[in-house]
């Protein structure tokens, strides 16, 4: 079966290092200011040309309360009046690109992500809506994947049927943890009856799909308390599941700095937690779709993943990555066929580029040949957890054992310790490799430097 894994402490412990999420390749550490509008504004005409389908992503930065883990790009602020300012730019900006894209082509996939996008009043929600449908193809058949991220303090069964209202049909709910003590010292203070509440009013009003939040190794967490909250979510059913990895950077995160680091788990208990959710979840009926993710059997990345459709972007796992990606918001990427690009994260840089009708792209990255290739590659092995050969000589015309012919000894070395199998067609991540299939795709990765590797969290 596709979700096995193995258990293996001895090669987490040797190949638990550092590296990218691989949301992208090349990742967004390689973007740079030589991107800019004009490189935009060619992707989309390409994007006009070429009638590819559209996947959007709207940032709302706004939060009322800070949650001391949080690595977002936030504003947080109890001034709910700021919202309207940044409304006003954000609906420029989305007039401004959609007059380079063809109106017929049609938005397969919406993502609105934060901050917390509930803290939209539900008019300015209906507004930005409106805009949205008026200037973008939006889908009126429920046939779209709509998605929204849930914060249950600021969302009750009024805001539910107003997002069901406006075309959205998944929501993510943040929940990272249930246990009071750890909620304190994290600042994110959320019942269980607040989360069941948000749950109970998406499955009436007939959502396709609900995600939960976990994050395991926060302060004050144990295995015995975090196995309680695994319980409790198995026993809400949602369709999916992510369970991050916490990262303590302080020095790049100031919220962290709220955060006592005499508090956090050791090593060895962020383990037992993963090992311990991972069996929760497999024994559940859970499918581990890989990374940090899992899903129920008849979830559509379940059945991409059987089908090998399955694929990532920006918005992690998704059976979308055909479309174009339009990024829109402060920090918002877009990958439009072979260009990165990203907003700038500052909202007041955002907020005056565009009062002077000027988009906020502040920098980004236009993939090369090797980097189409690459992506390629470890786009295979990050989602169906095998990779053949032949697939990739067809499609970029060169020898994959002669093109990769310097990485092979470390592959082998990897085939030796059980993490993959290597043979004369494919590469196949085995049982034990498949919590550490972000550690195969950094051999392929061209830019990763031990100096950089800092910027990036740890495989578990």
Request: hydrophobic share 35%; charged share 25%; glycine share 4%.
């Given at each position: 079966?596709?979700?096995?894994?193995?258990?293996?402490?001895?090669?987490?412990?040797?190949?638990?290092?550092?590296?990218?999420?691989?949301?992208?390749?090349?990742?967004?550490?390689?973007?740079?200011?030589?991107?800019?509008?004009?490189?935009?504004?060619?992707?989309?005409?390409?994007?006009?040309?070429?009638?590819?389908?559209?996947?959007?992503?709207?940032?709302?930065?706004?939060?009322?309360?800070?949650?001391?883990?949080?690595?977002?790009?936030?504003?947080?602020?109890?001034?709910?009046?700021?919202?309207?300012?940044?409304?006003?730019?954000?609906?420029?900006?989305?007039?401004?690109?959609?007059?380079?894209?063809?109106?017929?082509?049609?938005?397969?996939?919406?993502?609105?992500?934060?901050?917390?996008?509930?803290?939209?009043?539900?008019?300015?929600?209906?507004?930005?809506?409106?805009?949205?449908?008026?200037?973008?193809?939006?889908?009126?058949?429920?046939?779209?994947?709509?998605?929204?991220?849930?914060?249950?303090?600021?969302?009750?069964?009024?805001?539910?049927?107003?997002?069901?209202?406006?075309?959205?049909?998944?929501?993510?709910?943040?929940?990272?943890?249930?246990?009071?003590?750890?909620?304190?010292?994290?600042?994110?203070?959320?019942?269980?009856?607040?989360?069941?509440?948000?749950?109970?009013?998406?499955?009436?009003?007939?959502?396709?799909?609900?995600?939960?939040?976990?994050?395991?190794?926060?302060?004050?967490?144990t295995p015995e308390n975090f196995a309680r909250t695994v319980e409790e979510v198995i026993r809400l059913q949602p369709d999916r599941l992510s369970v991050f990895n916490y990262a303590h950077l302080p020095e790049r995160f100031m919220p962290q700095r709220r955060i006592n680091s005499d508090e956090l788990p050791t090593p060895a208990q962020k383990l037992e937690m993963l090992q311990r959710t991972i069996e929760q979840l497999i024994g559940a009926g859970y499918r581990y779709i890989g990374m940090d993710h899992f899903a129920l059997p008849d979830d559509e990345l379940a059945i991409a993943q059987e089908e090998s459709t399955l694929q990532r972007n920006f918005q992690g796992y998704t059976t979308h990555g055909h479309c174009d990606l339009i990024g829109l918001g402060v920090s918002a990427i877009s990958q439009i066929g072979d260009l990165y690009c990203q907003n700038s994260s500052d909202l007041n840089q955002y907020q005056n580029a565009l009062a002077s009708m000027q988009l906020a792209t502040s920098r980004g990255l236009l993939c090369n040949a090797d980097d189409r290739l690459r992506r390629a590659v470890i786009q295979q092995l990050i989602c169906n957890f095998s990779l053949e050969y032949a697939d990739i000589e067809q499609a970029f015309n060169i020898d994959f054992q002669g093109y990769f012919g310097e990485l092979w000894p470390q592959l082998q070395d990897m085939a030796k310790d059980g993490l993959i199998e290597l043979d004369r067609d494919r590469i196949t991540i085995l049982p034990a490799g498949r919590l550490l299939v972000r550690s195969v795709c950094m051999v392929f990765d061209a830019y990763l430097e031990q100096h950089s590797r800092q910027r990036f969290s740890r495989v578990i």
């Open positions: 079966m596709l979700d096995a894994i193995r258990w293996d402490t001895d090669l987490i412990r040797r190949y638990d290092l550092a590296g990218p999420r691989y949301t992208s390749y090349p990742t967004a550490v390689q973007f740079n200011s030589q991107v800019g509008t004009f490189d935009l504004f060619h992707a989309l005409r390409d994007s006009r040309k070429a009638q590819r389908p559209l996947s959007l992503y709207v940032h709302v930065p706004f939060c009322a309360n800070i949650c001391y883990y949080c690595a977002c790009n936030k504003v947080i602020t109890k001034d709910r009046g700021r919202a309207q300012p940044y409304l006003q730019r954000l609906e420029q900006e989305i007039q401004l690109i959609a007059c380079h894209l063809d109106p017929t082509q049609k938005v397969e996939q919406l993502h609105f992500g934060g901050g917390t996008p509930t803290f939209l009043s539900h008019d300015e929600l209906r507004q930005l809506m409106a805009h949205l449908r008026k200037h973008f193809n939006l889908l009126d058949d429920d046939s779209g994947d709509y998605a929204i991220e849930i914060d249950p303090r600021e969302a009750d069964w009024s805001t539910m049927g107003l997002l069901r209202e406006l075309g959205f049909n998944r929501v993510s709910i943040g929940l990272q943890d249930l246990d009071p003590a750890v909620q304190r010292a994290v600042n994110r203070l959320q019942s269980l009856e607040e989360t069941r509440a948000v749950i109970d009013a998406a499955r009436t009003l007939q959502f396709r799909s609900i995600n939960i939040d976990l994050i395991y190794g926060l302060p004050r967490q």
